[in-house]
């Protein structure tokens, strides 16, 4: 490849909440000689894989479970999901995230205080689902602010929060337009920022690199909303690919780069990264 330059944003590898739900996954495995998950702990199949390998295995729903004990994700779950979980006479060991969870308490705090609740974020994602469940589904998800319009009658009080790992200046716009939609005679409307610091970090990092190279690779897990994020933020800015593994690297992407930056999701491991590091400067 000459003389092209490769470089790794400043802010890579497990975030905070995944490292903390691995470690006490692989703590929980080795201890006991496996364990279910109900649903992948995190969105990336190197990690899930390497779990595996201790005797993780993942329950693909409530019915799936096979033992008497189970780990929920770092997404997190509704409180109805855990009160089924308990009535099935089914332990449960949580590793959700901090950040997650503080968004569950807002917005059950909203929802108590008589707010109907608005999630920004995508509707069919574990975590925002858990959080709608927090709020008693006195609410809604959604990355449109139309839909809020269309609810008859328009309530006159919203609590608007966000998806953990959704692009700031998005929840902002969106925010804007809410208000320009649904503020009435009377009408109160409450925002709260529960977007990551970490992810807020990891993007900026992310975009800061993108705006100064000719190719950015983003890797991390297809289902990834944090990674998905992350590459439509550095799209923004430079030519931008997703990738799950170094296997995936296309020769025809770096032709006539000069310079590639290099970032990765909030689960995707170092050494994924150390990996797809290596492959571009064997080019």
Not at 120 to 149: C, M, N, Q, R, S
Request: net charge positive.
């Amino acid at each position: 490849m000459g003389k092209t330059s490769i470089e790794k944003a400043r802010k890579t590898g497990f975030c905070f909440g995944v490292r903390r739900a691995i470690n006490t996954l692989e703590k929980v495995a080795r201890e006991w000689g496996g364990v279910e998950t109900l649903g992948a702990v995190v969105h990336n199949e190197q990690v899930l894989e390497k779990l595996a390998k201790l005797g993780v295995r993942v329950a693909g729903g409530m019915s799936d479970i096979k033992g008497t004990t189970v780990v929920t994700s770092s997404h997190g779950v509704s409180p109805q999901t855990e009160e089924e979980l308990h009535a099935r006479g089914i332990s449960v060991i949580s590793t959700t995230c901090p950040f997650v969870k503080r968004a569950q308490v807002t917005a059950r705090r909203l929802a108590e205080a008589g707010f109907y609740v608005i999630v920004y974020g995508d509707a069919e994602h574990p975590e925002v689902k858990g959080i709608l469940g927090w709020a008693k589904d006195k609410g809604i998800a959604t990355l449109e602010a139309t839909a809020i319009a269309t609810l008859n009658p328009l309530p006159r009080h919203f609590g608007i929060l966000s998806q953990t790992t959704q692009i700031p200046a998005q929840f902002v716009a969106f925010v804007k337009q809410v208000v320009d939609l649904a503020l009435t005679k009377d009408s109160e409307i409450r925002i709260i920022d529960t977007i990551c610091h970490d992810i807020r970090e990891r993007q900026a990092a992310a975009l800061d690199l993108a705006r100064k190279v000719d190719l950015m690779l983003v890797i991390g897990g297809r289902h990834s909303a944090n990674t998905r994020h992350l590459a439509a933020l550095c799209a923004t800015a430079t030519q931008t690919h997703q990738i799950e593994t170094a296997a995936e690297i296309q020769p025809a992407w770096l032709k006539n780069c000069r310079r590639i930056g290099v970032t990765g999701g909030a689960s995707t491991a170092e050494e994924t990264v150390a990996e797809v590091m290596e492959r571009l400067q064997s080019f």
